[in-house]
């Protein structure tokens, strides 16, 4: 007696799911260039200990660099597709490889010890969701203006001031928090890719987790250097 084996069928012209590696690799890629836009962002933002007019140069350079091979603010807005499509690719992995997740183990424990993976996940997204809830406010408060106290185009330091001026405590607080969220996020998502790029064990793993804490604490310390410097006085 011979056995067939049944194989379930193919449907024509349907394209392969992605494979969960190739949406770790995409979910790196992405996260990496969002972490090379916070670094020279930070970078920016340092200059305004070099006084108003190093920082306010500095900005209109920005829209100003590339011309005339670009038009003015060309390279802004190039910078700012590069960084939605990451942003886009990033999240819809991160959504895809959750769900796959979730469908790999639909019945959940009764009772189950707490683990560091379930708990840098939920870190991940209770963070991504402050990050995005900051990046908006962010948006209209120090770049369209809408909801800063001086929102004049083109006077950074005049605008950083006023947002960050001592009886708007509570801006810095909120600021504060969403750094600090963008640091656990960042900690996670670059041991997480240098894990997807390299091979990680024993011996490698304390020194990943060194170099992703490392690049998170840089990170949140240049970024709330500035809020904390106008709190203070030191910045006026």
Do not use: C
Request: without cysteine.
């Amino acid at each position: 007696m011979v056995i067939v084996e049944q194989r379930p069928a193919v449907r024509a012209g349907r394209p392969p799911r992605r494979t969960s590696i190739q949406l770790k690799y995409v979910m790196a890629v992405t996260g990496a260039v969002m972490l090379l836009y916070l670094v020279a962002h930070m970078l920016g933002n340092l200059k305004i200990f070099f006084g108003a007019e190093a920082i306010d140069t500095y900005a209109a350079w920005l829209r100003e660099v590339g011309e005339p091979a670009l038009p003015r603010e060309g390279l802004l807005w190039l910078v700012r597709v590069v960084l939605a499509l990451s942003l886009v690719g990033h999240v819809a992995s991160a959504v895809i490889l959750t769900r796959r997740a979730h469908r790999a183990r639909p019945v959940r424990y009764a009772h189950r010890r707490p683990v560091h993976g379930s708990y840098a996940a939920r870190t991940m997204r209770w963070g991504g969701v402050i990050i995005a809830l900051f990046a908006v406010y962010h948006l209209l408060d120090l770049t369209a203006g809408t909801l800063n106290p001086h929102g004049v185009h083109g006077e950074v330091h005049a605008n950083v001031v006023a947002d960050f001026a001592p009886e708007r405590w509570y801006v810095t607080l909120a600021y504060t928090l969403a750094v600090v969220a963008v640091g656990f996020h960042v900690r996670h998502g670059v041991w997480s890719a240098l894990q997807t790029f390299g091979r990680s064990n024993a011996a490698t793993e304390r020194a990943l987790k060194g170099v992703a804490l490392a690049v998170a604490v840089v990170l949140v310390a240049g970024f709330l250097s500035v809020p904390f410097a106008v709190l203070t006085g030191l910045v006026a």
